[in-house]
Each structure stands twice: as structure tokens, then as C-alpha cells.
């Protein structure tokens, strides 16, 4: 039987002891996290259109709320999209994974090394694997070059129903601080908010308490009457601009194979990674032979494959962050939001068609001419191959 040793129990690898648990009888399993549960604090959402009908099929148990439309809201604009959005919370993710995996996870164990071989706890005790997949989190971004998409989320309690029916992806009509800020809502019930305030930031640190404080004040310019706050999340996302992807490939040889954001497999611009998540996981599990050699190369591959595609994405985090000015950083999305919607749609997926960059470029530029064409004159010299400026520490979800 092939035993397959999982570091972490965040979304990605979730997703792929799930899919292990229900496709291969072949496997002997075993999730090592360090918290009490999977997911740890977390909420991943997706649009409808990010995956195909059958990963929607599998990921559905997961799912804790869906919405059949979106809301965006820009101060020269509000848009309303009928692209269905859903979410997962950690809590769904612990219930319905934790369940399928029965004894097979380890939670609150602390790891002290992973190799392609074995998990090391940080008691002693070894954990042998054909398979080691690495997915604790946030990748050495020394190489790269990145700006950061962080936020702070309440889970309020409203004293009477906010009356809200679909989430608020982006409310860019709020006051401009450390660079694009936009406050994310999703209405969880009748009386129940999750009120995110966000920024595309330079940098990882997260002042928790403006934050907060922040968001409270979104609640109460809305109209609402707070009740409590159920439960606070706040991350740092990695927005990526540029970086030499070869070499940090070449830096995790001989290593056991990532899996997640550690695998570089997430959007450039949103920083959504289920999408990436979930095809990593129906990927693994196909393979007939579930070895740390066989799992590594094909990663890899699909991090290449996905860092070349998603070239588009890393001009656009160039012009918001390097041609726009800081408090004029919004206006980069507000000219994306005017597009066509199955546009949108394909944008958020990660998957553009040949013309839809083009599209997205033409007409009136949301930045200065000049540095919009530096921006794209470096681009095309390459200098997307490989980061120029030096990378922030911290962070990462």
C-alpha cells in the first residue's frame, strides 16, 4: 500500500487528502497540522464560472454559502454581475474533510522537517511517506518580486436584517489608504456579515486595530447597528508583479513537493486560489503512481505552465502598483469592471482568450500614458522573468 504523508492542513492539501480519501483505496493516508483543525481561520470564495461542472460537483459538500450575483462599486460606477459566487468557510472545510479522513489526521502536531521521505515531528517521531507533499503555507518569495493584498474580516451580528442578498466583492468608494482599498462583504444570513476591509498594499504589515475599526465604521455608514462581532480573520496575500520562477523551481530540488500558494498555484491578480487548489487535487489523484519524484514533477510543470499563462495578470499588478499613483490605484479596476461580463468572468478564472487582453488595454488608459508604456516596454524586455526590487517580508494566508 503507498503511504502518502501530507505537511498541513490548509486548503490545498484538504482538498487533496479529500480526494485521496474517496478515489484511492490504494493509499495509506495521514494530514499533519499544527492547529486543532483544518483550514485554520479562513474563508475561500470562488465565482461559478472558475470551475469546471465536475470539480463543482466534488467541492459542493463544502460549500457554506453561494449567492447567484455580485455587487461592485467604484466612484464612477456600481455594477451588478448574475455570476453566481460561493464560499467555504474553514469551520465546512474541518467538518466534511476532517470526517472523511477519520483517524488519518494528526492535528496539533508541530513539525520539525519535511523531506520527500518523512515528515520529522518536533517530538522525534518520524512519518515515512512514498509521497510528502509540503503545504504549510506561504512560499520564499526572496526571488520574486510582490506587493501585497491584505485585509482584516469581521463576522458581525446586526441588530436587525441588513437586508442584503449577494456579496459586495468591491466597494472602492470608501476612503484611499496604503495604496487601492476596497471594503469585501458577504451576507451570511439575515443578520450575519462577513465586512473584510482591503488593501493592495506594498507592504505585508497589518495594523489590526485600524483595520477593525475600519471595517466597524463601513458597517455603521451602511446603516447597520453591530450586535457582536462573531469572529475576526485578517491575511496577507501575495500579489505577484514579477520574479525568476525557474529558480525558485530549481531551489526546491530535492525537496518534497509543495502544493498550494507554496507551489506559486494561485491567481496573480485576485490572489483566489481554490481554482488552483482543486486542480491539483483531481491532477494527484489521477496519477497511477503517487511517489514524491512523480508528484514533484508534476507541480512543477503545472506551476510553470500557469506562471506563463498568467503573464497578462502580472502587467496588470504592474500598472495598479508601479503607473498609478497609490490613492489612484483603484482606478485600474474600476476600467477592468467595465468589460464584458463573461470577460469578468474568464478574468477571475484565470483562463483569457486571445483578444481579451487587448480588450482589457484599449480605450481610455485607468493610468499615466508614459508609465502604462513603461510598464508594458518592460514587460516585453523580459524583466517579467525575474524580480528587480527588493521583496517585503512576512505575511502570506
Known amino acids: 500500500m503507498t503511504r502518502v504523508v501530507l505537511a498541513g492542513g490548509g486548503l490545498a492539501n484538504s482538498l487533496i487528502a479529500w480526494r485521496l480519501a474517496a478515489l484511492r483505496p490504494d493509499v495509506e493516508l495521514c494530514v499533519v497540522e499544527r492547529g486543532p483543525t483544518l483550514g485554520g481561520n479562513h474563508t475561500w470564495s470562488f465565482h461559478g464560472t472558475d470551475l469546471p461542472e465536475g470539480t463543482r460537483a466534488w467541492i459542493a459538500p463544502l460549500v457554506a454559502h453561494s449567492w447567484d450575483a455580485q455587487v461592485v462599486r467604484f466612484p464612477a460606477f456600481e455594477r451588478r454581475l448574475d455570476t453566481s459566487y460561493h464560499s467555504i468557510t474553514a469551520e465546512r472545510l474541518h467538518a466534511v474533510v476532517g470526517a472523511a479522513l477519520a483517524g488519518r489526521l494528526r492535528p496539533g502536531a508541530e513539525i520539525a522537517e519535511v523531506r520527500p521521505d518523512a515528515v520529522r515531528l518536533a517530538g522525534g517521531e518520524r512519518l515515512a511517506g512514498d509521497l510528502v507533499i509540503d503545504g504549510r503555507g506561504a512560499p520564499p518569495l526572496g526571488g520574486f518580486d510582490v506587493r501585497w493584498q491584505k485585509f482584516v474580516g469581521l463576522e458581525l451580528d446586526t441588530a436587525a436584517p441588513h437586508g442584503m442578498a449577494v456579496p459586495v466583492l468591491m466597494d472602492a468608494t ?19 456579515l462577513l465586512v473584510e476591509d482591503t488593501y493592495y498594499s506594498d507592504t505585508p504589515e497589518i495594523a489590526r486595530a485600524t483595520l477593525r475599526a475600519r471595517a466597524l465604521a463601513w458597517a455603521q455608514s451602511a446603516g447597520l447597528e453591530v450586535a457582536g462581532i462573531v469572529r475576526e480573520e485578517a491575511g496577507a496575500l501575495p500579489i505577484v ?17 509543495p502544493s498550494g500558494i507554496r507551489a506559486m498555484l494561485f491567481h496573480h491578480t485576485t490572489g483566489y486560489s481554490l481554482p488552483e487548489a482543486a486542480a491539483l487535487a483531481e491532477a494527484v489523484a489521477a496519477l497511477p503512481e503517487l511517489t514524491s519524484a512523480r508528484v514533484a514533477a508534476l507541480v512543477r510543470g503545472r506551476s510553470l505552465r500557469r506562471w506563463r499563462e498568467q503573464r497578462f495578470f502580472r502587467l496588470l499588478n504592474r500598472m495598479m502598483f508601479e503607473a498609478a499613483e497609490p490613492g489612484e490605484r483603484y482606478r485600474t479596476l474600476q476600467h477592468f469592471y467595465r468589460m464584458p461580463g463573461p470577460l469578468v ?53
Not at 485607468?366 to 526590487?389: E, H, I, N, Y
Open 174 to 192: 470608501v476612503e484611499q489608504h496604503d495604496g487601492y482599498r476596497f471594503v469585501y462583504v458577504l451576507p451570511l444570513g439575515p443578520r450575519r
Open 241 to 257: 508583479l514579477g520574479g525568476d520562477i525557474a529558480a525558485y523551481w530549481r531551489g526546491l530540488d530535492g525537496g518534497a513537493p
Open 345 to 397: 468572468g474568464r478574468f477571475y478564472a484565470g483562463r483569457l482568450r486571445g483578444l481579451d487582453a487587448l480588450r482589457v488595454l484599449t480605450g481610455r488608459p485607468p493610468v499615466p500614458v508614459g508609465r502604462a508604456l513603461r510598464c508594458m516596454a518592460r514587460s516585453a524586455r523580459g524583466a517579467d522573468g525575474r524580480g528587480t526590487q527588493p521583496v517585503p517580508r512576512g505575511g502570506g494566508a
